[in-house]
């Protein structure tokens, strides 16, 4: 909550600096955490993640011309881009506007320029969707300006159209439909083919106790905008090929079983892990939903293993994170999250031994990589919002 106001304050303070007058406006866009179901939104299939008290935070006020200029604090850059004339230049941060800029008006929306200033506590390439957040952000601030209603839907779609066609990073829906559909004290089962949400809450300790979710950084990065992930993409669109259906979420376990000696070795690998991980999903918001933390615990577990030896998308140190985080008797259990190849692991901990975890697991993460982890404890928090508007 602290870090929230901070940042709230200091785009607020900026923006008086840069427009000599309090901003009318003030939007804010989370980043988010993926509890379970990695890698199957693009497969058609279920995720779980939820929005976190981190995100962007930008202070605005419209202009009467087609210009939009934001400055980020984070860059300590202005990006000016005019929406009558919208062009691609170099990848960088202001990709991201632009691009929600270019979606909402190739879908008919009637724009407004604007100007302002953005910052974030969202650590960028860590797998904690900085980008949705900026997209989820910037389109908050066109739906207050245009006066057009909030669809978190629609805007969830547009963002991601922005990613995939503008910015060029051909990701899947979960991250922008969690940065716009979050609430506060949950998480969201989300059906990534027919873009139903259903609320989950965290479930208690056994002992009655809270569970608190811990984001494990193990500060090691790679871009998402490389080979990597769409590789995988394009593996899984073989192995639904193969069993002649669009996509893996098509793809029982029974029929897999079935087949699975016929498939090439690493094909069968990829197909097993997208099509056990949306059971583990489904299986954990019902442990969710059933108040079962050692059963939500156990099937983060088995994740990990799925993603270590079949999907093959975790490095040494996400590994060494996730071991270290599950020895700990506090600890329900921990699995990497987000795209994979690096970044960060997720944790369920018993709220009380928060402390004690947080200590314990940099301790032997460090012993054992010489590096120093970053780690948030974190409040399952709402989508994108209106911090504060005009009266
Ligand atoms: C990235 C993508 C998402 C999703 C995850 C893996 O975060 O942006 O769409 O595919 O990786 O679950």
Redesign the pocket.
Known sequence: MKKKSSLQEQVSVEFQNKFGTAPPLLVQAPGRV?LI??????NDGF?LPMAIDRGIWLALQPREDDQVAVHSLDFGETAVFHLNNLQQTQSGWAEYPKGVAWALQENGYALRGWEGVLAGNVPKGA?L?S??ALELATARAFQQLSGFSWDAVQMAKLS?LA?NKWVG?N??????MISAAGEAGHALLIDCRSLETQLVPLPPAPDGSGTAVVILDTTTRRG?VDSA?NERRQQCEAAAAYFGVPTLRDVSISKFLAEADNLEPLTRRRAKHVITENLRTLNAAKAMQNADAPLLGQLMNESHISMRDDFEITNDELNVMAEAAQAQPCCFGARMT???FAGCAVALVHEEMVADFVTAVSQKYQQQTNLSPKIYVCQPSPGASVVSQPN
Request: charged letters at 15%.
């Open positions: 993926n179901g990695e890698h199957t939104d693009y995720v797998g969707s980008s949705a991601q990613e990073m990701c899947g829906i979960m991250d922008q998402l992930y987000g795209g994979g």
